[in-house]
């Protein structure tokens, strides 16, 4: 056995940082050596029992690295390589896969929920799953190629046109991509509205027009007067919170559009008027993963048209990553993105 240091979760609440062997890799798969792996809510959804994955597990997907082995029939990278990860695995076969649909995959897993995650020295990864990211791309703003990806796919559905207002419900490294992409379309205003004041600070830095505290601010009334009445274009939900939606049905245009991209309690429900949506002609948009966005994600980051070096917070090790899962559900307030560099 070659060992390597692992943060695994073997049970909801019950995690430590262990010796296991180096995974061995299957012919068409990839050794990846860790460089950074971000903590992501999924991540502190999984630790707390309220994701479904398979335990014992060693979460983690939002990974890059470098390429350390490579399985004989892969052909498109070699040990030395820089990459980062698409955790969506998908089977290429099925019916959703075949018309296009990847992350409808009937046999979907993901790396770091349904198989051995980034939070380790080392991780095995499909050829297919890999992309090589370019010299002038450090590791650590690699790693966050998976939350760019799927910010993009998002921002693609709910189509920011030029000249749109937005406003976006949560700041926090999801918020802020949102924010930066938002502005990148074209959009002639965009609001933020958080309350952590670290966050409110990062949100006006990176390109927010206004950024509204709701234990401030009424958030209605201000929207309307910052829009003569009217309302946003697009109503970007990145906080979970199911009570945002109700709000963000009130504070829409006529073909006002919104966008549910925080991940909300399962069972969670809201209260909504069929009639508003009907007469204001309103518009409401799931987006799941990074379907076919990581290349253009690794793109954008390499050209620095958006910044994900300042959301980055905390820096730590293996065995720090409890401390600080702990530290994420109190919710400390310095806090933004962390990287785990094993």
């Known amino acids: 056995m070659i060992p390597m240091k692992a943060f695994i979760v073997r049970e909801p609440l019950k995690a430590e940082v ?4 180096v995974p061995k890799i299957l012919p068409t798969e990839v050794l990846v050596k860790v460089k950074a792996c971000g903590i992501c809510g999924t991540d502190i959804h999984i630790y707390k029992g309220e994701h479904l994955a398979r335990y014992p597990i060693i979460p983690g997907h939002e990974i890059s690295g470098e390429v350390v082995a490579v399985g004989e029939k892969v052909d498109n990278f070699e040990v030395g390589d820089r990459v980062a990860i698409n955790p969506n695995i998908y089977c290429g076969k ?46 650590e703003e690699a790693a966050l190629t998976e939350p760019v990806a799927c910010c993009l796919r998002g921002q693609d559905l709910i189509d920011i046109k030029l000249g749109d207002s937005v406003l976006i419900y949560g700041l926090g490294p999801i918020g802020l991509i949102h924010l930066q992409l938002a502005k990148l379309r074209g959009a002639s205003l965009v609001i933020g509205v958080e309350i952590v004041e670290k966050r409110i600070e990062l949100g006006e830095s990176l390109g927010a027009d206004t950024v509204l505290n709701p234990t401030k601010d009424n958030v209605v009334e201000v929207v309307k007067e910052l829009t003569h009445g009217r309302g946003v274009d697009v109503v970007i939900e990145a906080t979970g919170n199911p009570r ?20 909300s309690p399962p069972k969670a429900r809201v209260s909504i008027s069929p009639f508003m949506i009907y007469r204001k002609e309103i518009k409401i948009v799931g987006s799941f993963t990074n379907p076919l966005t990581t290349d253009r994600a690794i793109s954008l980051l390499a050209s620095r048209a958006i910044k994900v070096t300042p959301l980055i917070t905390h820096k730590i090790e293996l065995s720090e990553i409890l401390e600080y899962f702990e530290k994420i559900i109190k919710k400390e307030r310095d806090i933004v993105k962390v990287l785990v560099i094993p």
Request: net charge negative.
């Open 244 to 263: 945002v939606l109700e709000e963000a049905m009130n504070i829409l245009d006529y073909r006002g559009r919104v966008l549910v991209f925080g991940v």
């Open 18 to 21: 262990v010796d296991v062997e």
């Open 94 to 139: 099925c019916y959703y896969c075949r018309r296009g649909d990847v992350h409808f995959c009937e046999k979907w897993i993901a790396i770091g929920v349904g198989r051995a995650g980034g939070f380790a020295e080392y991780v095995r990864v499909p050829e297919s799953n890999v992309h090589k990211v370019p010299e002038e791309l450090s590791f």
